[in-house]
């Protein structure tokens, strides 16, 4: 967009997508092209969840039942939680717009690092809100002593990525707990933990704990580790009022027949299946860590299904690199937009595409 436009429609940066197949085929006029670009799981939906889209079409003419409650219920259950401590939403992306719209007023302070998501930037400034940057430490960790000191009176909201998205770690999960339990009371905390069923349990904070007695908003989605990105949805786990407040500002009907009737049937039926997938990209993960660091890479620990890997010296940028992958029918993240320029985001893919861009890359190298 350009600068008037942008200003005139009140528009912020825009929200950079992955490159699509289709685009980078027709571009380079290629045969197989592999994605690995928007971290989806290859292997999902499983077998209920497809079972239960196909059902979901006959009664596609009908608005789906407006408050949800049978999905709402089984995602309780799974965390020990009632049904009024769920909201959903189209994808964990629309509730993060909507919890922005909840909570945020023009003025109010808001803390984040631009090293994540790049969502939450961008709506709470168009919400208005002054937005305040913390960078991650070298680590990749959130740096929690930083934001303890850019706190104010004026403070509203904190957005907290873990596992963290460019960078696929994790915050140590005691000084986490120990942030979230010191917040003062006007602070509310949302903790996206879209990527939490890749990692290892004790590497993440029990958030529940706080959830009634604390601001704090977790997040979650179906389109990672249940393979529904296009399905489109996503849940938030905070206390009553929230939960209440959430579901009056949402727009109605912000999840669709298909989406709910696919995330019970994930969370009932479907976790064998699940667990078994895990298994292979949480393998798949330390063979393709292993390969890179072989090829003079440095990868960070991944808590997810994508590995962030900065480029050895030889190598060209970031940028360069991931042009040049893409040529060759390989979509990565370069991760410059996020300020890093010699780093690069790859998705656990199957086993034959990681196969593939490790060929394509050796070339290039
Ligand atoms: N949060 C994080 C950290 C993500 O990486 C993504 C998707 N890339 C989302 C939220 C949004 O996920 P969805 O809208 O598909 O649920």
């Not at 670009?37 to 239960?52: D, V, W």
């Not at 529904?228 to 996503?234: E, I, K, Q, T, V």
């Not at 393709?288 to 010296?313: D, M, Y």
Request: aromatic letters at 10%.
């Amino acid at each position: 967009f350009d600068e008037t436009f942008r200003k005139e429609v009140n528009q912020v940066a825009p929200y950079i997508q992955g490159e699509t197949e289709d685009e980078v085929r027709r571009r380079y006029h290629l045969d197989r092209v592999v994605k690995l670009g928007s971290n989806e799981n290859p292997y999902g939906p499983y077998y209920h969840a497809r079972q239960a889209i196909r059902r979901s079409v006959e009664d596609i003419n009908r608005y789906p039942e407006d408050d949800f409650i049978e999905t709402k219920r089984v995602i309780a259950d799974q965390f020990g939680l009632k049904p009024e401590n769920v909201g959903l939403g189209s994808g964990a992306g629309n509730i993060i717009e909507t919890i922005a719209k909840m909570l945020l007023n023009a003025g109010d302070e808001v803390l984040l690092t631009k090293q994540s998501y790049r969502l939450y930037r961008e709506v709470s400034k168009l919400m208005g809100a002054k937005v305040i940057e913390i960078p991650l430490t070298p680590g990749f960790q959130f740096d929690l002593s930083a934001f303890k000191e850019r706190l104010t009176d004026r403070t509203k909201l904190i957005w907290i990525c873990n596992p963290n998205n460019p960078t696929a770690t994790v915050t140590d999960p005691n000084r986490l707990a120990a942030f979230i339990a010191d917040l003062p009371d006007n602070v509310w905390v949302v903790v996206d933990e879209a990527y939490a069923d890749f990692s290892d349990p004790e590497q993440l904070p029990d958030l529940l704990q706080f959830i009634n007695h604390k601001r704090v908003i977790v997040l979650r989605t179906f389109s990672k580790f249940y393979g529904l990105a296009g399905a489109r949805l996503g849940y938030l786990l905070a206390n009553q009022q929230a939960i209440t407040a959430y579901d009056t500002v949402t727009e109605p009907f912000n999840a669709n027949r298909s989406a709910l009737v696919a995330a019970i049937a994930s969370l009932k039926y479907d976790q064998k299946q699940a667990a078994r997938t895990l298994k292979r990209i949480q393998a798949d993960r330390q063979d393709l860590a292993e390969s890179l660091t072989a090829l003079g890479f440095t990868v960070a620990k991944s808590e997810t299904n994508f590995i962030f890997a900065k480029l050895p010296e030889s190598a060209p940028d970031a940028t360069t690199l991931s042009r040049q992958l893409m040529a060759q029918g390989v979509i990565v993240r370069d991760g410059t937009p996020w300020g890093y320029p010699r780093h690069l985001r790859i998705t656990i893919g199957k086993h034959d595409e990681l196969s593939y861009f490790l060929e394509q890359l050796t070339a290039i190298l």
